[in-house]
């Protein structure tokens, strides 16, 4: 369905781009597009997309905040200057790979709720 919609959603733009109807057919196809978007069921797609990636926003800065808190902790620790040093770099290391994991799993959730929110849209469903 997803190959659909995009298919769908490309021969629209380039019509729209390509198209020698003047500016009177660009205000048709505007408001055609106005009228779809601001259906309930898309509307509340795109709420639902919004108010994940805000949660999923909100996950990394906790993860940039654990890392730098182990970072400290490690820089803080017993030992010699060299060890304070090397247990800071080592927590440093894995606290970019955990902060790495954590953008990518956020950027990876966001990129699934919109397919299922275009899904969703596409099928008349809004989300029941």
């Known amino acids: 369905m997803r190959g659909k919609a995009g298919l769908v959603v490309g021969i629209a ?3 729209v781009l390509g198209t020698r109807a003047g ?8 408001a055609q597009w106005l009228k779809v978007w601001n259906l309930d069921p898309v509307q509340e797609q795109v ?4 108010d994940f990636a805000k949660t999923q926003a909100m996950a990394l800065p906790s993860t940039l ?10 820089a803080g620790s017993k030992g010699t200057p060299g060890q304070k040093l ?3 770099i080592k927590a440093g290391e ?8 954590a953008a990518k799993k956020s950027a990876s959730a ?3 709720a ?4 275009v899904d969703d849209a596409s099928d008349g469903r809004g989300g029941a």
């Open 13 to 15: 733009i380039g019509y």
């Open 23 to 30: 500016r009177e057919r660009y205000e048709q196809i505007k």
């Open 47 to 50: 709420g639902k997309v919004k």
């Open 65 to 74: 905040w654990d890392s730098a808190v182990k970072v400290a902790q490690a």
């Open 86 to 88: 090397d247990a800071a």
């Open 94 to 101: 894995e606290s970019a790979d955990d902060v790495g994991q």
């Open 110 to 112: 966001v990129k699934d």
């Open 114 to 117: 919109v397919d299922e929110a």
